[in-house]
């Protein structure tokens, strides 16, 4: 459960091992004749000479309003096209920080070859035989020393060359123990400096830009990485940090290992399986999936949730970037869709873990890069490009504050900042931290409502809507036009709508700005509500349009139903529709990629249907994973393991029904355990399960107050702690702050 286990050398770069400490980490081969490792650092990232910023963009934003009022969406789309094309720009793409080449002298033949990766202590490994001897090579990316490590130990003498190589090579420095490099990054002038030092008991010498190590039986290489976005003396900081390897590298390990388990070992679910699977290689395990439609494999999902927290441990650590599109694990100088900070759901997706697996630490990039970087870029942005207040963040950024619309026609989305804003209300409704609220996430959630309090128009009904926008990525006919542009998509509708409601709700709680409080009241007041449309779906633009593609990935305006919860069981009409709309949206083919697969399992969660859940996390085994589980869109990008980790717990326990509602969508068959998972409130949940139906539970209260129970729909005639459930099937028991109490149900 805590061991990804492999029994191949990585074919290609997006099969290898990833290691990280938030900053930096590393893609690794296994090759025990030609090890390879990707070296990627965070802030390695490119950047083009243009901010978006125009201030005749709002001109043109207001004409467009215009022709949408006074015309038709396909004029207003048309003008826009033409009008605007020179408004969309494109950012640059992180880039990976070289390959570090470890060509073997020895070229038998390999035997007993194993390639893990601990989750719970985050060390790769790789064992193997060579002649009959033992070869290990061990690696770890550290967050408290910022330096990683790799290890090689056997039984019989080894050598090797080691070799650097990249794109944009300023200047490389070897002597017999050590390489220090210097590169640029393709655009822009961000130089970096990749430090390497070798210890050994062989022999190591220099051989021009390359390192040979001879006659050894331990060898390891220490490798720094500090860029100039982080350092001014990004050189000198990269030696330094390199002198860390006098502390040794059990004791470095050690705390390497004490680092991570902290956070790592919070949480944790075991799904009871006693097949014999377990112990294959997990690309096998996959595999058999594929090839037994009939057959079952419980204890993958169990994997795949602690994969998930060690790759978002391990790529969003405090004082780092956010984790982008591929973590922090990039292949080449151009990487797909630029491995950035997609924020028309991508980057949302990545965070959608954090509260309820109780991994919270890995937020703080999230909240930091809110408020240090798109909060003051997203000002200019709205202050220039739409003559507003607040703050605006478009479908996509990067860490330089990249704000505008970008890309083209699909680009004019302006809801990516204020979908960021959930995350910080959903922590504080996690927590019920006030400081949090007020010190970190009121000015952010105050900026991203004024925005649209000063951006929505009235139309000819006295509704206020919202745009120029789109429903992201998705098309509508208008006849036979395909259009892309509209104002108040359902999507928007949800966004601002709750993100008015929360800057409310928070106002209400730190009485900071009552008279803005009671102007986001009138404007909520005025939006359009959702709407029903003519197949009982959700409808998802203001009128019922026919779409091009109704399998369409993107179901942009599920996210009133997760990530929020205004729609739940509470609101039966909408969460009949909601189900209407993605059953059609099935129908079609949708949930292709990864990500959007795992979107649909946290969606059945919320509807509490295991069967269907069950299903589409077989797909997500079957059809967007890789056989080193991770996600594929195709090609890898990572938001997809981390929506189908937050899935996982949603499966299990959820709170934001105002009760505690266990196991909401586990299938009949699944039995097992978890702990240590949040829920809104402040309660931390444990329970044991059989065959779908509880045991008994756990529940950790923050708080004084009541403990509202909500069992499967199976044990509506259970009783806990002699105690039977109300009329409406919920169980209240008493609760006091910082008390643990343990509930037995018969």
């Known amino acids: 459960m805590h061991l990804l286990h492999l029994e191949n050398i990585a074919e290609k770069w997006d099969n290898g091992t990833p290691i990280g400490n938030g900053h930096m980490g590393c893609m690794l081969y296994g090759d025990p004749n030609c090890e390879k490792l990707y070296l990627c650092e965070e802030s390695i990232w490119s950047q083009k000479d243009e901010d978006g910023l125009n201030p005749a963009f709002a001109e043109k934003i207001e004409y467009i309003k215009k022709l949408y009022l006074e015309s038709s969406p396909v004029e207003a789309e048309k003008w826009a096209v033409e009008n605007l094309k020179d408004d969309f720009h494109t950012i640059a793409s992180n880039e990976y920080a070289g390959l570090l080449t470890l060509q073997f002298n020895a070229k038998s033949k390999i035997t007993s070859y194993s390639r893990d990766l601990h989750l719970d202590s985050a060390i790769a490994e790789v064992s193997y035989k060579r002649n009959g001897k033992q070869f290990k090579h061990e690696a770890f990316s550290s967050n408290p020393d910022k330096i990683m490590a790799y290890r090689i130990e056997s039984e019989s003498r080894h050598g090797f060359t080691l070799q650097y190589s990249r794109e944009c090579l300023h200047s490389v420095n070897t002597d017999n123990t050590s390489l220090f490099t210097v590169c640029d990054t393709a655009v822009g002038n961000h130089p970096f400096c990749v430090g390497i030092k070798v210890q050994t008991n062989g022999n190591s010498e220099q051989s021009g830009n390359d390192i040979l190590v001879k006659n050894a039986t331990e060898t390891i290489i220490w490798i720094s990485i500090v860029t100039s976005f982080r350092f001014e003396n990004f050189e000198e900081k990269c030696k330094n940090r390199l002198t860390v390897v006098e502390k040794g590298y059990d004791a470095i390990k050690a705390d390497h290992i004490a680092d991570y388990g902290k956070i790592y070992s ?42 998930g927290k060690y790759l978002l441990i391990s790529s969003s650590r405090e004082g780092s970037l956010p984790a982008n599109l591929q973590g922090i694990w990039v292949e080449k100088m151009q990487n797909p869709w630029n491995a950035d900070f997609h924020t028309n759901i991508n980057l949302q997706m990545n965070y959608w873990p954090v509260e309820v697996a109780n991994i919270q630490e890995c937020a703080e990039p999230l909240f930091a890069y809110m408020n240090n970087v798109l909060l003051p870029y997203g000002k200019k942005t709205a202050k220039v490009n739409y003559n507003a207040r607040g703050l605006v963040v478009h479908h996509l950024s990067d860490p330089y504050g990249f704000t505008a619309a970008a890309d083209g026609i699909w680009g004019l989305w302006p809801l990516g900042g204020a979908w960021l804003a959930f995350h910080m209300w959903e922590h504080y409704l ?41 429903s992201p990525e998705n098309n509508f006919y208008v006849g036979k036009v395909s259009c892309n542009m509209c104002m108040s998509p359902t999507m928007d509708i949800e966004i601002i709508g709750g993100l008015l409601r ?73 969460y009949k529709a909601i189900r209407k709309t993605i059953d059609r949206r099935l129908a079609h083919g949708g949930g292709h990629t ?78 097992g355990s978890f702990k240590g998972l949040l829920v809104h409130g402040g309660y931390e949940v444990s329970c044991i399960f059989e065959n779908a139906k509880v045991i008994s539970f756990d529940i950790q209260s923050a708080f004084d107050g009541a403990i509202r129970i909500e069992l499967p729909a199976s044990q509506k005639n259970a009783i806990i702690n002699e105690q039977t459930a109300d009329a409406n099937g919920i169980f209240t028991f008493p609760c006091a702050s910082g008390n643990t109490y343990h509930f037995e149900v018969h």
């Open 430 to 470: 996690y927590t019920r931290d006030k400081e949090f609220l007020k010190e970190t996430a009121y000015e952010y959630i105050k900026n991203a409502a004024l925005f649209f309090m000063d951006t929505m128009f009235e139309d000819k009904n006295g509704r206020l809507l919202s745009g120029p926008s789109t």
């Open 266 to 307: 919070k949480s944790e679910i075991n799904f009871t399986d006693a097949s014999a699977r377990q112990k294959l290689p997990v690309n096998k395990r996959l595999n058999y999936l594929k090839i037994h439609p009939l057959k079952n494999d419980y204890s993958l999902a169990a994997s795949y949730f602690n994969f």
């Open 594 to 671: 990864g990500w959007s697969r795992a979107w649909l399992l946290c969606l059945f969660a919320r509807l509490h249907d295991a069967k269907a859940f069950e299903k589409n996390l077989r797909l997500l085994f079957t059809k967007s994973t890789l056989g080193n589980l991770l996600d594929t869109h195709p090609p890898f990008q990572i938001d997809g393991n981390f929506g189908a980790t937050a899935a996982i717990c949603e499966s299990l326990v959820q709170g934001h029904e105002g009760r505690i509602c266990l196991l909401p969508a586990v299938c009949e068959k699944r039995s």
């Open 502 to 574: 929360f800057y409310i709700e928070t106002e209400n709680i730190l009485h900071i700005d009552e008279e803005t409080a009671t102007l986001a009241k009138e404007k909520l007041a005025k939006m359009p509500p959702l709407q029903i449309g003519k197949h009982g779906q959700l409808m998802e633009w203001l009128e019922d349009y026919d779409e091009p593609e109704p399998g369409h990935r993107h179901i942009s305006h599920a996210f009133a139903l997760y990530p929020d919860h205004a729609i739940n069981r509470n609101t039966p009409e909408f």
